[in-house]
């Protein structure tokens, strides 16, 4: 009995030793935008040892305006990457090769800022209004149709300048970053219209290619693992890891905007959900029944041919820890 006692205890020490032998497996992220909060958990995962302790070494490509997330996730020029659910179903519709793995947000932030004097109030008060947005934006049109309002929209160059000069001024903005600016910059803090509250629900997603995911399903259950603890510990425990890995990655950041951020993030649930069944247990997920939900509102907009994609096609939850 003690020989086999000591044959088991080799045999496991001889394992633990080949572990940490086995060299680490190289994966790329692509993120949509510059280095801020709402890549927390990338961060606090690399930053905290959770990707390597999963046996991966992570590379984090920060975004910006040309980020080309997609493009690079369908030729394979990244591994995954940061973008939202949205545009990733109408590219999956083209044909794109990528597929939706896990949630960032459970909300995607984007909606519209409303100047603090503004006349506007609720999504009817629209009509006749001018809006600072991308003009492909989905929900314009959303709103447009649901509300029955009507108005001209300005193209977004990403500055909050017009946005100051003007109180009656609208301007499409992400939730935990432009209003900091605005105040930042003088103005007073903006209410926000946002698009979860128009039942306008996509996601903030994690998306990789068809192929890597076929032959990589290890790594990316690896991945989505680290990636989920590293939310966690961003969002319940010290972020000071990550945040000092953002500033680095992007020397705009001050810990002023990092804390913001990251307390507007806590407090609208982005990342745990607002739903009743929100908590740190939905960290990541993704439900194919809001899928299915937003694939028959594009379809309702003439945005998406109807049966041209499904939930199935589009997601799947299997690398979810």
Do not use: C
């Not at 999504?123 to 009507?150: M, N």
């Amino acid at each position: 009995m003690k020989r086999l006692a000591l044959i088991a205890l080799f045999l496991a020490a001889a394992a633990v030793l080949a572990a940490a032998d086995s060299p680490l497996f190289k994966l790329t992220v692509q993120l949509d935008w510059v280095a801020e909060p709402e890549h927390g958990g990338f961060y606090q995962a690399q930053a905290r040892g959770f990707f390597r302790d999963e046996g991966l070494d992570v590379t984090i490509i920060p975004g910006g305006p040309n980020a080309f997330v997609m493009p690079k996730i369908a030729t394979g020029q990244a591994d995954i990457g940061q973008a939202d659910s949205t545009n990733t179903l109408l590219q999956v519709a083209e044909g794109l090769p990528i597929l939706q793995i896990g949630a960032v947000f459970q909300d995607d932030p984007s909606g519209l800022l409303v100047n603090a004097d503004s006349s506007v109030h609720r999504f009817e008060d629209l009509d006749g209004k001018t809006i600072i947005a991308r003009p492909e934006w989905a929900f314009l049109k959303f709103l447009r149709q649901k509300y029955h309002v009507s108005f001209n929209i300005v193209p977004q160059n990403f500055s909050v300048a017009a946005f100051l000069g003007d109180k009656e001024a609208i301007q499409q903005g992400y939730f935990i970053a432009e209003p900091y600016h605005i105040v930042k910059a003088g103005g007073k803090m903006p209410r926000f219209l946002s698009t979860w509250d128009a039942g306008f629900r996509s996601y903030a997603v994690l998306v990789t290619n068809r192929r890597f995911a076929r032959e990589h399903p290890q790594e990316l259950r690896a991945f989505l693992r680290a990636y989920i603890h590293g939310w966690s510990d961003y969002l319940t425990g010290d972020p000071t890891p990550a945040n000092n890995a953002m500033k680095a990655a992007n020397p705009n950041n001050t810990d002023d905007f990092l804390a913001f951020s990251r307390q507007k993030i806590i407090d609208e649930k982005l990342v745990t959900g607002r739903d009743a069944d929100g908590g740190p247990q939905r960290i990541g997920r993704l439900d194919p029944a809001r899928y299915e939900t937003q694939i028959k509102q594009l379809e309702a907009l003439d945005i998406l041919k109807p049966g041209k994609v499904t939930a199935a096609q589009a997601m799947t939850t299997k690398f979810l820890p």
